[in-house]
């Protein structure tokens, strides 16, 4: 080969070396639809906050993010799923304080270890609970309700929807703090135990505010404070649990985006500020405070130690309530 050829073949190869090169860059995240998995069935709260931030990120980030329900095992099924799934930003999931602080602890059997096998991407909504009480019930505050437990520890009932859930969960932290004891009755899905505190047969229990505030306001239920550490937009007349006595109670519903762990930290990045979008949106706004929630964001290590702190707290209740899960 002469050098005037050699030349010119290597001139023409080193031409074409950064087309080469741009063909074996990533695609640019994302090029392709997600998944946003929700660990219920759809219509819950958690379904809802997932379809309400998928549509918004949806018109946004370029590609559609489809949400996809595997209801079962407080929404461990769905969890295990996204843990197991590729680290690569295209399987979500919108969790819960149930799936992410509650049921792996509750469900011993599960392998699954939210602060291990999660990334944080971003919180989403926050949802307070009430206590509400039949308006045939004698108590009218928290103090009463106190007073009323401490006087026949064990004979005051309390409903909720279901081993497990924030409300069940909410009652046990009550009454933990309070120094009371309170019996559990577990439904089938919260609307049944409301239905049977309206009728009488449940004195009280802690429900999702968006559940039960039409009925307080017909008179049907009595609200005696509100679980946030905040009084909630949605009823700013309902005092809290800690205004009521009890100084630094909290406990709410929450509703969070995590992905697989090791997912890339600029994908995560990139997925934050798209859900922070999404709920900076005014229409956003407005339809979590119909629902009774509140659009709270955060970053994603800001999330990852609360998700923690979460953990912690209801690890310990359910260890001192001594609360099993059948399996």
Same mark, same amino acid.
């Given at each position: 080969?002469?050098?005037?050829?050699?030349?010119?073949?290597?001139?023409?190869?080193?031409?074409?070396?950064?087309?080469?090169?741009?063909?074996?860059?990533?695609?640019?995240?994302?090029?392709?639809?997600?998944?946003?998995?929700?660990?219920?069935?759809?219509?819950?709260?958690?379904?809802?906050?997932?379809?309400?931030?998928?549509?918004?990120?949806?018109?946004?980030?370029?590609?559609?993010?489809?949400?996809?329900?595997?209801?079962?095992?407080?929404?461990?099924?769905?969890?295990?799923?996204?843990?197991?799934?590729?680290?690569?930003?295209?399987?979500?999931?919108?969790?819960?304080?149930?799936?992410?602080?509650?049921?792996?602890?509750?469900?011993?059997?599960?392998?699954?270890?939210?602060?291990?096998?999660?990334?944080?991407?971003?919180?989403?909504?926050?949802?307070?609970?009430?206590?509400?009480?039949?308006?045939?019930?004698?108590?009218?505050?928290?103090?009463?309700?106190?007073?009323?437990?401490?006087?026949?520890?064990?004979?005051?009932?309390?409903?909720?929807?279901?081993?497990?859930?924030?409300?069940?969960?909410?009652?046990? +932290?009550?009454?933990?703090? @309070?120094?009371?004891?309170? /019996?559990? %009755? =577990?439904?089938? #899905?919260? &609307?049944?135990? $409301?239905?049977?505190?309206?009728?009488?047969?449940?004195?009280?229990?802690?429900?999702?505010?968006?559940?039960?505030?039409?009925?307080?306001?017909?008179?049907?239920?009595?609200?005696?404070?509100?679980?946030?550490?905040?009084?909630?937009?949605?009823?700013?007349?309902?005092?809290?649990?800690?205004?009521?006595? +009890?100084?630094?109670?909290? @406990?709410?519903?929450?509703? /969070?985006? %995590? =992905?697989?762990? #090791?997912? &890339?930290?600029? $994908?995560?990045?990139?997925?934050?500020?798209?859900?922070?979008?999404?709920?900076?949106?005014?229409?956003?706004?407005?339809?979590?405070?119909?629902?009774?929630?509140?659009?709270?964001?955060?970053?994603?290590?800001?999330?990852?130690?609360?998700?923690?702190?979460?953990?912690?707290?209801?690890?310990?209740?359910?260890?001192?309530?001594?609360?099993?899960?059948?399996?």
């Amino acid at each position: 080969m002469s050098k005037s050829f050699a030349w010119v073949v290597g001139l023409v190869l080193a031409a074409g070396l950064p087309a080469v090169e741009a063909a074996a860059q990533p695609a640019k995240f994302p090029d392709r639809p997600l998944k946003m998995l929700v660990g219920f069935s759809a219509g819950g709260g958690t379904d809802v906050v997932a379809r309400i931030v998928a549509l918004k990120m949806s018109e946004t980030l370029g590609q559609t993010v489809v949400v996809e329900n595997r209801s079962g095992a407080s929404g461990l099924i769905a969890a295990e799923a996204v843990a197991k799934s590729p680290p690569d930003g295209y399987t979500l999931m919108m969790g819960s304080q149930t799936t992410l602080a509650v049921a792996p602890t509750l469900y011993r059997k599960t392998t699954l270890d939210p602060a291990r096998d999660f990334a944080g991407i971003g919180m989403t909504a926050v949802s307070p609970l009430v206590l509400v009480v039949n308006p045939a019930f004698a108590a009218h505050s928290v103090k009463d309700v106190i007073a009323m437990a401490k006087a026949k520890p064990g004979a005051i009932n309390f409903g909720s929807g279901g081993l497990g859930t924030t409300p069940h969960m909410c009652g046990e +932290l009550f009454s933990s703090v @309070a120094g009371i004891k309170l /019996a559990h %009755v =577990a439904y089938r #899905g919260e &609307a049944p135990a $409301i239905n049977d505190l309206i009728g009488g047969q449940i004195p009280l229990m802690f429900a999702n505010l968006s559940a039960v505030i039409g009925n307080v306001r017909a008179g049907q239920l009595r609200a005696l404070a509100v679980t946030g550490a905040q009084r909630a937009a949605a009823a700013p007349e309902i005092p809290t649990v800690a205004e009521e006595g +009890l100084p630094g109670f909290e @406990a709410a519903t929450w509703f /969070a985006l %995590v =992905a697989p762990a #090791g997912t &890339a930290l600029d $994908i995560r990045a990139r997925l934050n500020a798209e859900v922070k979008h999404a709920l900076a949106q005014s229409d956003v706004k407005q339809r979590f405070a119909d629902l009774g929630m509140s659009a709270e964001d955060s970053t994603p290590d800001g999330l990852e130690a609360y998700i923690k702190s979460e953990i912690a707290k209801w690890t310990k209740v359910i260890k001192d309530a001594d609360i099993k899960a059948a399996e």
